[in-house]
């Protein structure tokens, strides 16, 4: 049963934005910490962003590298984890992965059960 769908992701220029959407069962979207992942051929899995369910879903988690372009954020009224992405670099071109694990620890070094399919985002200088 497949419980992350992602979408969103493209072709775009350098300095373009995307937004990338991760549709959740209302289970896990309300009680789980929500994540994007990435990765890049060739290179290890890294975290981008976290946030928490309700009611502390307004805290969240940005790696360094892409902290004042992304942005994740919640829309409760459709079970979906957005992330917003801004001023987009080469070096952001990696397939992300929505995410869904405990809030013990809303990390990306935390533990997750869920994962999507991945979708694939190309940034061309």
């Known amino acids: 049963q497949v419980q992350l769908v992602e979408s969103g992701g493209g072709s775009v220029v350098a300095g373009g934005s995307l937004r990338l959407s991760c549709g959740a069962s209302?289970?896990?979207?309300?009680?789980?910490?929500m994540a994007w992942f990435r990765q890049a051929p060739g290179k290890e899995r890294e975290g981008v962003a976290t946030i928490l369910p309700l009611p502390d879903g307004g805290i969240t988690y940005y790696a360094d590298s892409v902290k004042g372009r992304f942005t994740i954020y919640r829309d409760n009224a459709k079970n979906t984890v957005y992330l917003q992405m801004n001023s987009l670099k080469p070096e952001d071109t990696a397939m992300y992965y929505c995410a869904a694990g405990s809030i013990s620890l809303c990390r990306p070094s935390g533990s997750f059960t869920y994962w999507g399919q991945g979708t694939q985002v190309t940034v061309s200088s």
């Open positions: 209302r289970y896990i979207y309300s009680t789980y910490c």
